[in-house]
């Protein structure tokens, strides 16, 4: 139905003497018995570039938009590409079989929902993540920090958020009790499921996260939003700078003990919020740490997603990857693809899945609306998806409406190939010199424009 990210001819050509994909759970590229993970086992190679542009936004016009591959012990990533997050080791509704039909070539997950459950030991009984799941392909984990940091602002996590109203380093959503409290070493907060006070750290992150076993993790990083005054950011991105120099010793330190395990990437994230002054200066201290990667994080304000992005890729290295964390938008995806950012994570798909929010290249729409009730059609004509092949409107709407599991199933495969294949068809558009018209024609029919 779909292309096979792991049978295409750059993956052949690179690998040939791989195991195949299906054997990576048993035997991860660069694991030795008695041996530290072999680093080389992850890397980053460049295929194509944007050309530079009089309107690019990097240093002297760079535009650091690129096609590439990343290599992990549990198989390659094709980039750009988009990262379906399946938050508790589980796509909600959908099996890893299904997402690789769809074409999705890694997931990610959150350290610190599978710290609170099942807890991080069983992932590394099962040995690791995806094994665990039966997920063969590459895996991340973010940090635990976004979680962790959110129980005390009470806001959801937003890249691309407004910036309204006045600022406050202490705001709690209305209603909400306040359950966590950062200091320099960490952050305490207090369990959601069960009011257990823990304390989350550089070290316990990267401990918990060496356990649950992804290919590529992230530093526990303190999150922002712009909410927070200027002085506390530049509070904040010290602070993330301090624990970030915590998190490269003890990965380091864990990579060493942890003997005949794969090697495991680390990403350093880059704060700053909107501030291009303190994203550079955030950007040139991440670049200087041995991370293997970058995280984008935190509050971004809309309007300037892609200056962002590139004011960070003006400090990196080009041989680090740079994954965007939390997207949250078609044209947000544009703007980061364009600047640089190689993987993107969003749980826009699954989660308006559920509500009946449907993603087409002629934008979103909600299948519960009255008119679809006799409409016998796919949810998007030409989908190559396997809801679209076999189910209509009328079928999806009602299971919704009844709330039955399958409807989400159905909805989530939808929108999750959506994404998937809007990155792979980015892709292509860089590698074969048509990004500028793909994206200006892909956004005109998105928003209608
Ligand atoms: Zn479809």
């Given amino acids: 139905m779909t292309d096979n990210p792991t049978n295409t001819t750059a993956d052949a050509t690179a690998n040939t003497h791989a195991p195949a994909a299906a054997d990576l759970n048993e035997h991860p590229r660069g694991a030795a018995p008695g041996k530290p993970g072999d680093r080389a086992a992850f890397s980053f190679e460049t295929i194509t570039r944007l050309p530079d542009a009089a309107d690019g ?65 069983v992932l590394d009984a099962a040995g690791g993540l995806a094994k665990f799941m039966n997920w063969h392909g590459p895996t991340f984990t973010d940090s635990g920090g976004f979680q962790v940091m959110s129980l005390g602002v009470g806001f959801k996590k937003t890249l691309a958020m407004d ?40 070290e316990i992150s990267m401990g918990i996260q060496h356990k649950i076993g992804a290919d590529i993790m992230f530093a526990f990083d303190e999150l922002t ?26 990965h380091q330190r864990l990579t060493e003990a942890r003997l005949g395990k794969p090697y495991q990437a680390l990403y350093g994230v880059v704060q700053g919020a909107n501030y291009e002054d303190l994203r550079r200066h955030a950007a040139e201290q991440i670049a200087s740490l041995d991370f293997d990667g970058v995280g984008i994080g935190g509050a971004i304000e809309k309007r300037i ?41 969003c749980v826009a798909p ?30 998007e004509e030409g989908c190559d998806c396997y809801t679209c092949a076999h189910y209509s409107r009328a079928y999806v709407d009602h299971l919704l409406r009844a709330h039955e599991f399958t409807g989400f199933t159905l909805a989530t495969i939808h929108n999750e190939r959506f994404f998937v294949k809007l990155l792979d068809d980015i892709r ?21 424009k």
């Avoid at 004011?311 to 703007?335: K, Q, T, Y």
Wanted: with cysteine; net charge negative; glycine share 10%.
């Fill in 57 to 121: 936004k990097g240093k002297g016009g760079a535009r650091y938009g690129r096609t590439g591959i990343i290599h992990t012990p549990h198989g390659d990533i094709h980039t750009p590409a988009f990262v379906p997050v399946g938050t508790q080791a589980a796509m909600k509704a959908v099996l890893p079989e299904s997402m690789r039909d769809l074409g999705a070539q890694c997931l990610l997950a959150n350290a610190f929902h599978l710290f609170e459950r099942p807890g991080e030991d």
């Fill in 163 to 202: 910036v309204t109203g006045m600022k406050s380093d202490d705001i709690i959503a209305e209603g909400k009790e306040r359950l966590a409290w950062v200091d320099e070493d960490g952050v305490t907060f207090k369990s959601p499921l069960n009011g257990d006070e823990h304390r989350f750290s550089a």
């Fill in 225 to 250: 939003t712009l909410m927070n005054t200027r002085s506390y950011q530049e509070e904040s991105v010290e602070r993330t700078y301090r624990w970030a120099q915590r998190c490269v010793a003890e």
């Fill in 305 to 345: 997603i892609g200056e962002t992005c590139a004011w960070i890729c003006d400090a990196m290295p080009e041989n680090r990857p740079r994954h965007v964390l939390g997207i949250a938008s078609v044209d947000d995806i544009f703007a980061c693809v364009e600047n640089g950012g190689d993987t993107f994570d």
């Fill in 350 to 379: 699954a989660r308006c899945a559920r509500n009946g929010a449907i993603f087409t290249r002629q934008g979103r729409y909600n299948i519960k609306r009255a008119q679809h009730k006799f409409d016998f059609g796919p949810l």
């Fill in 428 to 448: 292509a558009s860089i590698d074969g010199g048509y990004f500028e018209e793909f994206r200006d024609e892909s956004l005109a029919h998105f928003y209608g």
